[in-house]
């Protein structure tokens, strides 16, 4: 009598490095996913992608008037509303990319369930949709400079850069939030929450050197204050580029990234059966 050999399928639960390989061989489910999340986002809607721009421009407005007419924030000869559309604009694309990302997992349970795909192809796709919205906002941006008197300089080559920087911040975090949404859906309350809070400790609506100086110490600890600092110097070239901020946005960006990623596709393997 011959013995028929078993095979056991199980989680691993030791910690595993993303299959980058994987995901590049199925690049193409990639550009689908990240398209229809960009589709999705705007159909049926009669002003299309203009949303990406009129929310930063709405934004700005109220900014200017609270923080500009009622508070009186010194932006010396860079006009307020610059200040705070530069900032807005690499905010914008940080929080959609993390607010997508954090939900992608139980927003496609029925994918997740039925067939196979390396699962980090889906946050990866709403990088990608945020991207698009983000590179629909650079224009605008830069027709406000030349509208309200500034002037456009070589240092805007360093936007792609500052933009992937808030990318690669926003996916490692919500690469933690996902996977632990799958098991937690209070995840999914305390993201909205998170943001709002996240974006007036962020030198956003207000220039980081309004700040007192031991608070500006602490602003650093923020990984998002070296990003919108150096994406606003890259705009307004105003100051002094900030090489420490950067350089510590850029630190906490890679272990946020790489933690995040080993965290993600350690606990992918029981997606499927609790999502």
């Given at each position: 009598m011959t013995s028929k050999a078993v095979i056991r399928i199980a989680p691993s639960r030791r910690l595993a490095l993303p299959r980058l390989g994987e995901v590049a061989r199925r690049r193409e489910l990639l550009v689908f996913l990240a398209w229809r999340d960009i589709s999705a986002r705007y159909r049926q809607s009669v002003l299309g992608v203009l949303w990406a721009?009129?929310?930063?421009?709405?934004?700005?407005?109220?900014?200017?008037?609270?923080?500009?007419?009622?508070?009186?924030?010194?932006?010396?000869?860079?006009p307020y509303a610059l200040v705070a559309l530069s900032g807005l604009v690499v905010w914008q694309l940080f929080a959609r990319t993390l607010a997508g990302v954090?939900?992608?997992?139980?927003?496609?349970?029925?994918?997740?369930?039925?067939?196979?795909?390396?699962?980090?192809?889906?946050?990866?796709?709403?990088?990608?949709?945020?991207?698009?919205?983000?590179?629909?906002?650079?224009?605008?941006?830069?027709?406000?400079?030349?509208?309200?008197?500034?002037?456009l300089s070589w240092t805007l080559v360093l936007l792609p850069a500052v933009g992937l920087m808030a990318t690669a911040i926003a996916l490692g975090i919500g690469l933690w939030l996902s996977a632990i949404n799958v098991r937690f859906r209070d995840v999914g309350h305390a993201v909205p929450f998170l943001l709002q809070l996240w974006l007036f400790v962020t030198p956003v609506a207000y220039p980081l050197s309004a700040l007192p100086d031991p608070w500006r110490r602490l602003a650093l600890f923020n990984p998002m204050t070296g990003v919108v600092d150096g994406f606003r110097w890259s705009v307004l070239r105003s100051g002094d580029f900030p090489w420490g901020e950067l350089a510590m946005s850029a630190v906490t960006g890679t272990v946020f990234l790489v933690t995040g990623a080993i965290f993600f596709q350690s606990t992918q393997r029981s997606f499927a059966d609790v999502v």
């Open positions: 721009v009129i929310q930063p421009l709405a934004m700005m407005a109220a900014f200017t008037l609270v923080f500009d007419q009622v508070a009186g924030i010194e932006t010396g000869d860079t954090a939900y992608v997992v139980v927003g496609n349970a029925g994918m997740v369930t039925k067939i196979y795909f390396p699962r980090l192809i889906l946050p990866l796709a709403t990088s990608l949709a945020a991207l698009v919205d983000f590179a629909v906002a650079i224009p605008v941006l830069l027709a406000m400079i030349v509208i309200l008197g500034g002037e």
